[in-house]
């Protein structure tokens, strides 16, 4: 079966810098669309950034230029790192894999900004 696994979250400071791993399995990682979305308390699961197969990128508005998607299809493994965070992007970060157009999540993991 398809299996997303999460690391990486954590608390940082404002301006701080962290770096979400995804390590996929059950499916043959290198033909699909991989993804990044969140979700912060009380609001709705949104898109952060996605990466084709063939490395094609797509970010939502409000972290472009911060974030960046990358996958590493020898290790099954897709990436997001998080530069200039905000307390605005405090979330529960989850992977997300769309497999012929089923899409499959992950169990998520935490990012607080703080200070």
């Known amino acids: 079966q398809v299996q997303l696994v999460e690391s990486g979250g954590g608390l940082v400071q404002p301006g701080g810098s962290l770096r979400l791993s995804c390590v996929a399995s059950?499916?043959?990682?290198?033909?699909?669309?991989m993804g990044w979305y969140r979700q912060a308390p009380g609001k709705q699961r949104d898109l952060v950034a996605t990466?084709?197969?063939?490395?094609?990128?797509n970010y939502a508005a409000s972290v472009k230029d911060r974030f960046t998607i990358s996958r590493d299809n020898a290790k099954n493994t897709v990436f997001l790192q998080m530069n200039l965070l905000n307390p605005e992007d405090t979330a529960v970060y989850y992977c997300?894999?769309?497999?012929?157009?089923?899409?499959?999540w992950g169990q998520g993991t935490q990012v607080t900004v703080s200070s």
């Open positions: 059950g499916i043959t990682f290198s033909l699909y669309t």
């Open positions: 997300n894999a769309n497999v012929l157009g089923t899409n499959y």
């Open positions: 990466i084709s197969r063939g490395h094609t990128t």
